[in-house]
């Protein structure tokens, strides 16, 4: 039977677009894991009362059951490990039908192949999911689902007069993108509005969104509510201390240059420009920086990702469909935006929720006969920058001699560690504590010799106690048998800007706060050079001070 020109054209489409996809992320590998360690490890002790990811866990525990004999052919018999290996595939499958769904939405509303093209390259190229596709953490399988919902609820408008088995079908699509991520559940409304926003507004629409809405609604109460019982909710203050144990004791780090400078770097790397925007809003007296300073970095990502946004909105308006399109982006963005400018609006994952419906938005932009020529052509560009930038920083060869780095780091100190030993770094962002988290299946971290503790961190509640948690950390490797290491870094009189320690990021805690600390310590000699490690020694002195801590802790 012949095969239609339109499931031709589909077809060709969906091989090239899966041919980019396998390339890209062949040729680069993740710079930052984000909480896969900690999904893995909590899914092998079979801890799954996380509000905020609830579905992970139960997805990661069967898949990883089932895949457990193909994985452990490939990384060995550490159960993390091979669960770990189980999340990574499940979201490069689930990014593989992320960029498919794209391309074949962005077609059905443009009828322009190219624009369909574009978007999926685009989606391909941003950095939040280029790196968030190679890793366990749940928001590339969340945001196919969210897709796919907002797939069916567009390619189905007016194809199918029962509006329930397309409500069904994108209801539990969307619930699985909320179950995963709760945070999801802001971009709901607008997949919800998205038919009646695009094509306008009427009964079949509005009953579709009502039918829609009301079959997530029913599954998440089903699952979560289920899900809280058995965890020992059993009252409105039982859920709402459930709820607020999901922000995993984060505090502050709100606000609009937060979130301003989140949005652009969700988009585009800009390295170290984080800390050193912290810095100069915090006047960090250790590393200034100068408004000059942040403009010679990379301010100019920034501004160029700003323009391209402002490119695709005025290529938008010039036509009542375009305006449509922008409108949906607006109810989209809305709550996203909204939500982490009160929470945590560095973090480059809480963008992805806007991108199914800003890579539609651009992709529209393209094919709008009534855009201006010139500004599609610079939106273009900037993909193809945002492309270079993204791929110079995750690159292979990049990553790896990041990877050699810390290994050279830790070489001297790795033999002396014994099993239950322990290396205290400042702050997560010390590339040795990270180095687990980051490099997952290097050989150090698969044989477990590495046992990273961090001092610090900053915009938590841990921030507040951290001198009374190591104290207590340090006296239990003690008991254990094993000994207590610390950089090098805790006696340096000031952070060096690479350490990425920004003074005044969180005001409970100072440097001298970590110096004074540490210095009536007895330490071993220096092990691995100047950035290097000393072993706390087991003395009486040193037992005597960390038993103060812990008992300054036990009485707060």
């Known amino acids: 039977m012949a095969i239609r020109p ?18 890209l992320t062949t040729f680069t590998v993740p710079f930052f894991m984000a909480d896969t360690i900690g999904y893995a490890e909590a899914i ?3 801890r799954f009362h996380d509000f905020g990811h609830l579905g992970w866990y139960w997805i990661g525990d ?3 059951a089932l895949l457990l004999p193909l994985t452990r052919r490939l990384v060995g018999p550490s159960l993390h490990v091979n669960i770990t290996l189980t999340l990574v595939l499940l979201n490069w499958v689930t990014g593989l039908m992320s960029v498919l769904l794209m391309r074949s939405l962005v077609f059905r509303v443009t009828r322009r192949e190219f624009a369909g093209y574009l978007a999926a390259f685009g989606l391909m190229l941003s950095q939040a999911f280029l790196n968030f596709t190679q890793t366990g953490a749940s928001y590339i399988f969340g945001m196919a689902f969210l897709l796919l919902g907002l797939w069916v609820l567009i390619a189905r408008d007016q194809q199918e007069r029962r509006t329930f088995p ?4 994108a209801g539990a699509s969307l619930f699985v993108a909320v179950a995963v991520w709760f945070t999801y559940v802001f971009s709901v409304p607008a997949v919800l509005l998205a038919p009646s926003i695009l094509f306008g507004f009427n009964k079949q ?10 079959i997530i609604g029913l599954l998440a109460l089903t699952t979560f509510g289920a899900a809280g019982y058995s965890v020992g909710v059993r009252s409105i203050d039982d859920a709402r201390k459930w709820v607020g144990d999901a922000a995993h004791g984060v505090r502050g780090m709100d606000g609009i240059p937060r979130a301003a400078f989140g949005i652009a770097r969700s988009f585009i ?3 170290n420009y984080g800390p050193m925007v912290k810095a100069y809003l915090s006047h960090d007296p250790y590393n200034a920086v100068s408004l000059g300073d942040l403009l010679r970095a990379s301010l100019w990502k920034v501004a160029l990702f700003y323009a391209f946004v402002a490119a695709i909105a005025l290529n938008l308006l010039r036509s009542p469909e375009g305006r449509r399109v922008l409108a949906l982006l607006a109810v989209n963005a809305a709550p996203v935006v909204g939500f982490a400018i009160m929470w945590q609006g560095a973090a480059i994952e809480r963008y992805l929720l806007m991108y199914p419906v800003f890579f539609l938005a651009f992709g529209y932009s393209l094919a709008n006969p009534g855009a201006i020529r010139l500004v599609q052509h610079l939106t273009v560009a900037f993909v193809a920058v945002m492309g270079a930038v993204n791929l110079g920083v995750m690159a292979r060869p990049v990553q790896a001699a990041r990877e050699q780095a810390v290994v050279d780091r830790i070489s001297t100190l790795e033999p002396m560690l014994r099993p239950e030993s322990i290396v205290a770094l400042v702050t997560q962002l010390d590339e040795v504590w990270a180095f687990e988290w980051t490099f997952p299946f290097n050989r150090i971290n698969v044989s477990n010799t590495l046992t990273a503790y961090h001092l610090i961190e900053p915009g938590t509640n841990r921030a507040l106690v951290w001198r009374e948690q190591f104290a207590r950390a340090a006296l239990a490797a003690w008991t254990r048998g094993g000994d207590v290491w610390v950089s090098t870094r805790v006696r340096s009189e000031r952070p060096l800007r690479e350490w990425r320690w920004v003074e005044g990021d969180d005001p409970v805690v100072k440097w001298k706060d970590v110096t004074s600390f540490f210095a009536p310590f007895e330490l071993g000699p220096v092990v691995g050079g100047s950035d290097g490690f000393q072993r706390v020694e087991p003395s009486a002195h040193n037992r005597a001070l960390l038993n103060a801590s812990a008992a300054k802790g036990a009485n707060r």
């Not at 397309?166 to 079908?169: D, E, G, I, K, T």
């Not at 629409?205 to 009301?214: D, E, H, N, P």
């Open 205 to 214: 629409r509005v009953t579709l969104a009502i039918q829609t809405g009301f």
């Open 6 to 23: 339109g499931r031709l054209l589909s077809l060709r489409s969906s091989i090239v677009v899966t041919l980019v996809y396998v390339l």
């Open 166 to 169: 397309v409500a069904l079908v």
């Open 269 to 271: 790397d800009t390295g």
């Open 62 to 64: 069967v898949s990883s």
């Open 44 to 46: 092998a002790e079979h």
